[in-house]
């Protein structure tokens, strides 16, 4: 079975600096991963989405992450941070075949600071 | 499209009391997802839909939990009796679906439910 490992519950960063949210999955094939954001009180949306070829793949509002097989990981990054991008953000894979659930990391909560 | 429409946004009940959550997934979408949100848990799979019949209801926590899903564009999430640690946010999420391709899910604003 699919398993997502968020090792930072939370994280701090103070704005216009650069940021790397880890993630880590666990799959006997080639998954399907995404990175989505949560707002307080809001719902998930969608900042990227790998599927296969070039492993770095860019998302909306500036985001990116690097699918790394060897590491059976995914981090998002970010060059510069708004104080905006403060959320909830969650890696999650799913099976590549069908209309299958997400399974989600437990989240890493992202506070930016002036 | 107005996206996945559940209702209602907030529900505030007592312990023992039904609860119904509602969710209208994008129209042509013929998978539906309940996922649920604890602080305990992070976002766990309840049960999903393909083409209105339950795929994997593995997720329900127990019988006081069902769901049905009467048409392509109707679906409900009960719970019955209510108690206190059924307390989280409920998302509904729908997709359009195709045999061996995997398909963006949607998700709806969710649902905070409070069980006193």
């Known amino acids: 079975a699919q398993s997502v490992t968020q090792p930072d519950i939370h994280i701090t960063v103070s704005e216009g600096a650069s940021l790397e949210l880890r993630c880590n999955y666990s799959y006997g094939a080639t998954p399907y991963l995404f990175w989505y954001v949560q707002s307080p009180g809001q719902g998930l949306q969608l900042l990227l989405k790998?599927?296969?070829?070039?492993?770095l793949v860019q998302g909306i509002k500036g985001f990116e992450a690097e699918f790394k097989r060897s590491q059976s990981s995914f981090n998002l990054r970010k060059p510069s941070v708004h104080w905006s991008d403060a959320a909830e953000y969650f890696c999650a894979v799913v099976a590549n075949s069908g209309n299958t659930p997400l399974v989600f990391g437990k989240g890493t909560r992202l506070s930016v600071i002036a | 499209d107005a996206g996945v429409i559940q209702s209602p946004r907030h529900e505030v009940t007592e312990m023992g009391q039904e609860v119904t959550l509602r969710c209208k997934p994008i129209?042509?979408?013929?998978?539906l997802f309940w996922y649920r949100q604890t602080m305990m848990r992070g976002l766990e799979l309840l049960i999903y839909?393909?083409?209105?019949?339950?795929?994997?209801d593995s997720g329900m926590p127990e019988d006081r939990f069902s769901a049905k899903m009467p048409n392509a564009s109707f679906s409900t999430l009960k719970i019955q009796p209510s108690e206190p640690r059924d307390s989280a946010v409920y998302f509904c999420a729908s997709s359009a679906g195709t045999s061996g391709h995997y398909n963006e899910q949607f998700f709806g604003p969710g649902t905070r439910l409070t069980v006193l």
């Open positions: 839909f393909n083409n209105n019949v339950p795929i994997d």
């Open positions: 790998y599927f296969s070829g070039d492993t």
């Open positions: 129209s042509g979408h013929n998978s």
